[in-house]
């Protein structure tokens, strides 16, 4: 489809979706949402009425090849786990184009940052040279120049230009993936409160966090922290919490506790670690701690660290003792920077749904 055409009929086909996307998808261009899985946090609004429908991949090919819909968006060619769909999908798209003569636009908007050869040699314990082949031979399937392409940081517009080279969507714009500030008001907001939000694994470090708390009241006493989230540490985040009465723990809260308590926190903390295939593409945790006005406490992992770090916040290696991740969170309850503050530096948009807008403008 020519560069500039009207899309009268979208199609989105994703993979999972998750309480985020229904908020956002309302501000978005209009359009179909096929979707194959949901996240741990799924929670569809009331007010949501745009179609949506999980279905199978056969199903998704059948909505692909169907004329009606003049441009289609794709999760995002380096989502490995997707590969085998994308092929398919690419293929069901190319008989529409080129045999039924049925011209789409194609778009994707992606965030992945971690080096996909390497990601392929760990997860399959593979030798490296048969991984950079294997890449080398799948860069033509899952993608092309004619292509719509956002990228939501520079790493993982860094990240495309390396693997697809000459490949890659011609059509291509960086914006970065920040919130739009959330319209939630509290009567209060505690100076001393801090707050993780996320799930309970190896990857998002919140025992890491749990175990510097002792370090941050040594500091700041009256400082109180707010665990939200679920996942397989359950137990050991409730054992280590128990040790402290200024530590709470939410199981599987709503997305309206989530909203109220971000809204009532200073600092959000995200201490995302690095794995073998799989690494920190922004933390959404940290867009919406950001939405709701709070300081930042990160690891390097997170794919928005320059600009964290451009804007105030802290950043922290992710092997930092807890020496140093407890001097970063009370360096930030003690930061004079109040939310509006922290509200002043972000776009009036969202950065995903400016992304939308730029793909189908």
């Known amino acids: ?18 309480s985020f996307h229904f908020e956002i998808l309302g501000q978005c261009e209009p359009g179909k949402l096929l979707y194959l899985k949901s996240s741990y946090d799924f929670e569809v609004p009331e007010n949501f009425d745009a179609p949506v429908e999980q279905a199978s991949p056969m199903r998704v090919i059948k909505h692909l090849l169907d004329s009606r819909f003049d441009a289609v968006e794709l999760n995002e060619p380096l989502s490995v786990a997707s590969w085998a769909r994308l092929i398919f999908y690419r293929i069901a798209l190319g008989v529409r184009r080129h045999i039924l003569r049925r011209p789409v636009r194609v778009a994707y908007y992606a965030i992945e940052n971690k080096n996909i ?77 801090v707050i993780f939000v996320g799930a309970f694994d190896e990857r998002k470090g919140v025992l890491r966090l749990l175990d510097a708390w002792g370090e941050v009241l040594a500091k700041a006493p009256s400082s109180t922290l707010s665990v939200l989230g679920q996942g397989a540490y359950e137990q050991e985040v409730r054992g280590a919490a128990s040790a402290h009465s200024s530590v709470e723990v939410a199981i599987s809260p709503t997305r309206s506790e989530i909203h109220r308590r971000l809204s009532e926190a200073s600092v959000i903390v995200l201490l995302s670690q690095p794995h073998p295939y799989w690494k920190e593409q922004v933390g959404l945790p940290i867009l919406e701690g950001l939405a709701h006005g709070c300081k930042v406490v990160a690891s390097e992992e997170t794919g928005i660290s320059t600009w964290l770090t451009e804007h105030g916040h802290s950043v922290i290696p992710a092997e930092a003792e807890k020496e140093q991740i407890a001097a970063a969170i009370v360096g930030e309850l003690l930061n004079a920077a109040s939310a509006d503050d ?20």
């Open 342 to 361: 922290v509200i002043f530096d972000l776009p009036e948009v969202h950065g995903r749904v400016a992304a939308d807008w730029w793909l189908y403008s």
């Open 117 to 193: 050869v390497d990601a392929l040699s760990a997860k399959f314990r593979l030798p490296s040279q048969l991984s950079r082949a294997i890449c080398g031979i799948l860069r033509y399937p899952l993608s092309s120049a004619d292509d719509s392409a956002v990228f939501g940081t520079n790493a993982s517009l860094d990240n495309y230009e390396t693997f697809f080279g000459h490949r890659l969507a011609r059509r291509r714009e960086l914006i970065w993936q920040l919130p739009a500030p959330c319209h939630c008001t509290t009567l209060s907001r505690a100076a001393n409160a």
């Open 1 to 18: 489809m020519p560069e500039g055409r009207e899309v009268k009929h979208l199609l989105r086909v994703w993979d999972s979706v998750r």
